[in-house]
């Protein structure tokens, strides 16, 4: 089993940055990809950024492309976004996934693990 926990959610003001973490426990994730995903109130979960196991090559939606940055810590089991030039329509729940099997990285229904999230409010 795998347990995700995010952290780093806040408040901020348009423009700010936050740093989310997710770290994972249970077995090693170091070879899988690792997903951000966020949904605001009445909207589906949607995808952010990706990362993936090998190689590190990573993914974003054209949304945050240039404004937020995945990243992955394998030895602290730990995946970052770092999110500048935040925008109001930034907010949302921001959950962290992983991948345990070969698929799209962008889409929602091919992770197997997802944390309980954080909330992450831009104000204007």
């Known amino acids: 089993q795998v347990q995700l926990v995010e952290s780093g959610g806040g408040l901020v003001h348009a423009g700010g940055s936050l740093r989310l973490s997710c770290v994972a426990s249970?077995?090693?994730?170091?070879?899988?990809?690792m997903g951000w995903f966020r949904q605001a109130p009445g909207k589906e979960r949607e995808f952010v950024a990706a990362?993936?196991?090998?190689?590190?090559?990573?993914y974003y939606a054209d949304s945050v492309k240039g404004r937020f940055t995945i990243s992955r810590d394998n030895s602290r089991r730990t995946v970052y976004l770092q999110m500048n030039s935040l925008k109001p329509e930034d907010t949302a729940v921001y959950c962290c996934?992983?991948?345990?099997?070969?698929?799209?990285?962008?889409?929602?229904?091919?992770?197997?693990?997802w944390g309980q999230g954080t909330q992450v409010t831009v104000s204007s």
């Open positions: 249970g077995r090693s994730l170091s070879g899988y990809a």
């Open positions: 990362i993936s196991g090998i190689g590190g090559g990573s």
């Open positions: 996934a992983a991948q345990t099997y070969p698929g799209s990285v962008t889409g929602r229904e091919n992770y197997d693990y």
